[in-house]
């Protein structure tokens, strides 16, 4: 599971500077897991915009999302 705050229509530099750190070890850096993604906003989407692009960047290293909210 992981669980997101959107910071300006984007991840948290957090998140993204450790996934550019371990996917720079490992391009797949999920492996074929099994995955649950939420996210939090208080803005107008409630997130969606960060969580199309982890859904995006999760299959694109490896990721299997099983689901979303």
């Known amino acids: 599971m992981i ?3 959107e910071h300006n229509g984007s991840y948290t ?3 993204k500077n450790l996934f550019d750190w371990c996917s720079g070890i490992d391009e ?3 492996r074929k897991k099994p995955m649950a993604m939420i996210a ?3 803005g107008g989407r409630g997130a969606s915009m960060v ?3 982890a859904f995006e ?3 694109r ?3 299997d ?3 979303s909210l």
């Open 51 to 53: 969580l199309a692009t």
């Open 13 to 15: 530099a957090a998140y």
């Open 61 to 63: 290293f490896g990721g």
């Open 3 to 5: 669980f997101f705050a």
């Open 40 to 42: 939090t906003s208080p």
């Open 65 to 67: 999302v099983k689901a």
């Open 28 to 30: 797949k850096v999920f």
């Open 57 to 59: 960047s999760a299959s």
